[in-house]
C-alpha cells in the first residue's frame, strides 16, 4: 500500500521553461510535505517543503503547491536550468517524524 | 565536513555474513533516522532515533536488523546473517530542527 505516489517516472522539459512535478498522497493524516533531489550516487537533497496549513510556498525557481481535498501536490521549477537534471522525490510526515517517499520522478533538462 | 557522513561507502558481503555501517549526524542533531532504499524505489524507513532513545523501529524489517546510538551521536546500524534481500543503499538523515532532514550519500549494500 503506497501512502506516498509519483506516477510519472521521468518529465523532459527544455531549459527556461517550467517543470511540473506532480505528487498524490492517500494518508489524510500527513501534515508536512516536502520535496527532495537527489544526484545519482549521493543522498537525497532537501529543496523545498510545506506545511498542511499552507497552500503555497515558494522558494526562488522553486514553487510547491498543496491541494488537501485532492491529496494532491506539486513542485514548479522555473525557469528550469540544465543543472536542475536529477531524480526528484516527494515526501510526507505525520507530526515531524519518520518520512513516506515516493517513488521518484527523473527531470531531465535539455539545452 | 559539516553535512552527515556514513561508512563504508560500498559494503559487498557473502550471504550470512554480518555487517556493521555507521553514521556522523551533523554535530548538535538531536534527530537521526535510517533508510533503505532498493534500486528504483524511494527511501523507507526503518527506526529513528532522538538523542540516544530508539523511538521508531517500526521499519525494521525483522529481527537480524539491529540499531543503536548509545551515546546520542554516531549510529551504528546491524545486520546478522545477511541475505540477498537486504542488498540496498542504507541512507542515514540528521536533523536539529524538526522541519528537514539532512540525508548523508549513503552506504551501498551488496549480498553474493
Known amino acids: 500500500d503506497q501512502q506516498v505516489k509519483q506516477n510519472s517516472p521521468s518529465l523532459s522539459v527544455q531549459e527556461g521553461r517550467i517543470s511540473i512535478l506532480n505528487c498524490d498522497y492517500t494518508n489524510s493524516m500527513f501534515d508536512y510535505f516536502l520535496w527532495y533531489k537527489k544526484y545519482p550516487a549521493e543522498g537525497p537533497t532537501f529543496l523545498i517543503s510545506?506545511?498542511?496549513?499552507?497552500d503555497k510556498n515558494e522558494d526562488g525557481r522553486f514553487t510547491v503547491f498543496l491541494n488537501k481535498s485532492a491529496k494532491h501536490l506539486s513542485l514548479h521549477i522555473v525557469p528550469s536550468q540544465p543543472g536542475d537534471s536529477a531524480v526528484y522525490f516527494c515526501a510526507a510526515s505525520e507530526g515531524f517524524q519518520k518520512l513516506v517517499f515516493g517513488t521518484g520522478t527523473r527531470l531531465l533538462v535539455s539545452p | 565536513g559539516a553535512g552527515v557522513s556514513q561508512s563504508p561507502r560500498y559494503k559487498v558481503a557473502k550471504r550470512g555474513q554480518d555487517v556493521a555501517l555507521r553514521c556522523d549526524p551533523i554535530s548538535g542533531h538531536v534527530s537521526l533516522f535510517w533508510y533503505q532504499q532498493a534500486l528504483g524505489q524511494g527511501p523507507e524507513f526503518l527506526t529513528y532515533f532522538q538523542n540516544e532513545a530508539q523511538l521508531d523501529k517500526s521499519g525494521l524489517p525483522s529481527d537480524r536488523f539491529f540499531a543503536e546510538r548509545p551515546e546520542g551521536s554516531v549510529s551504528t546500524l546491524k545486520i546478522q546473517r545477511t541475505q540477498q534481500e537486504d542488498s540496498a543503499v542504507y541512507l542515514c538523515?540528521?536533523?536539529?530542527?524538526?522541519?528537514?532532514?539532512?540525508f548523508g550519500d549513503g552506504t551501498r549494500l551488496s549480498i553474493l
Open positions: 538523515a540528521s536533523s536539529f530542527t524538526p522541519e528537514a532532514q539532512h
Open positions: 510545506i506545511s498542511s496549513i499552507k
